[in-house]
């Protein structure tokens, strides 16, 4: 049991870098892998990156690899996307997502989700 709220979201122009947070609450969260998902006008929703529960393993799409970073604070209840050098083709609603068994690509083994954070990347 846990809930996810999304924050740090806005207009960037390309290049420039934005830093996500993602608030949790409840009294597991450590217990929780977590992920960073997106999705823009018109497509699936696709994955962006994920962290076990120790915080000792990562997973990047290709598409970001080099350029965002994922990190957790299980003291502090929060998960962070930083994203830097970003594109036009950034542009999406950025969601959080917590697993209690699985950590990878598929949205479909993430039963926890927040709203969501919109950014926009400008050319």
């Known amino acids: 049991q846990v809930q996810l709220v999304e924050s740090g979201g806005g207009l960037v122009q390309a290049g420039g870098s934005l830093r996500l947070s993602c608030a949790a609450s409840g009294r597991t969260f450590s217990s929780y892998a977590m992920a960073w998902f997106r999705q823009a006008p018109g497509k699936e929703r696709e994955f962006v990156a994920a962290i076990s529960r120790s915080n000792s393993d990562t997973y990047y799409a290709d598409s970001v690899k080099g350029r965002y970073t994922i990190s957790r604070d299980n003291a502090k209840n929060t998960v962070s996307l930083q994203m830097n050098s970003l594109k036009p083709e950034d542009t999406a609603v950025y969601y959080c997502?917590?697993?209690?068994?699985?950590?990878?690509?598929?949205?479909?083994?993430?039963?926890?989700w927040g709203q969501g954070t919109q950014v926009i990347v400008s050319s």
């Open positions: 997502a917590a697993s209690r068994y699985y950590m990878g690509h598929d949205n479909n083994n993430y039963p926890y």
